[in-house]
């Protein structure tokens, strides 16, 4: 089935660094999703993104995050500075559209540490 | 807001054992119900949908319902393998926005013993 990507799985760095996650949705999807699960919780809503545009946002989206999606390419998501509360697996999904926007694809997502 | 409750936290079965998986939902708007299931180093993939209460939604042996009632949804499966072993989370489509946001339940440990 579509299948979407993610780079790295595995990040380690040290608190107040930069970091971005790269992910590489299914090709003509149109939504896109962050989702964070930190370990032994359920796995909880970040941001959607659509047209350019970030659509919604949950309080966890601090104002340290931010997404992109530069002409078409990764669909990023970047932590500057990071904390250690970031720590976590950041699971990246796409959906197709309207009709379809419910039916999320997912990663398997890139373990972040944050030492 | 709209929410989901997973309480089965670790399940462990037998081959061939009859699997019943319960949640319980919450939404102002109509419900879309989904499970999910993930196997170690995967994202969660999309195993059913159900969208009118009281009709099945099946796919790879497993069936899926909700009750309107109740507020109610569950997962089931008449006799699971070991290969069945993964998480399961219910989840809700919340549609009170155009982004589609899913909301996911704590997830079920399914571990089968063979």
């Known amino acids: 089935g579509p299948k979407v990507l993610q780079i790295p799985s595995h990040q380690i760095i040290d608190m107040g660094q930069m970091v971005t996650l790269n992910c590489d949705p299914v090709?003509?999807?149109?939504?896109f999703y962050w989702y964070k699960q930190i370990l032994g919780q359920q796995m909880e809503f970040l941001v959607n993104?659509?047209?350019?545009?970030?659509?919604?946002k949950s309080k966890l989206f601090k104002d340290q995050f931010s997404v992109e999606r530069p002409d078409g390419s990764y669909f990023t998501l970047k932590i500057q500075p990071t904390a250690l509360e970031d720590s976590a697996v950041y699971f990246c999904?796409?959906?197709?559209?309207?009709?379809?926007?419910?039916?999320?694809?997912f990663g398997p997502g890139t373990r972040l540490t944050v030492l | 807001g709209d929410s989901v409750t997973q309480k089965q936290g670790q399940v462990t079965l037998s081959e061939d054992d009859f699997l019943f998986i319960n949640c319980t939902y919450s939404?102002?708007?109509?419900?879309?119900l989904l499970w999910y299931v993930q196997y170690p180093g995967q994202g969660p993939q999309l195993l059913l949908k159900?969208?009118?209460?009281?009709n099945k939604g099946i796919s790879r042996g497993f069936e899926a319902t909700y009750d309107k009632g109740t507020t109610s949804f569950h997962l089931q499966k008449a006799s699971v393998q070991e290969s069945d072993s993964a998480v399961y989370f219910c989840?809700?489509?919340?549609?009170?926005?155009?982004?589609?946001?899913?909301?996911f339940g704590k997830g079920t440990h399914l571990h089968v013993l063979p």
């Open positions: 989840a809700l489509v919340d549609r009170r926005t155009n982004a589609y946001k899913v909301i």
């Open positions: 993104f659509y047209n350019g545009k970030v659509m919604e």
């Open positions: 939404t102002t708007t109509y419900p879309t």
């Open positions: 090709s003509n999807h149109l939504y």
């Open positions: 159900v969208t009118t209460a009281n």
């Open positions: 999904a796409s959906s197709p559209g309207t009709g379809g926007a419910w039916e999320q694809y």
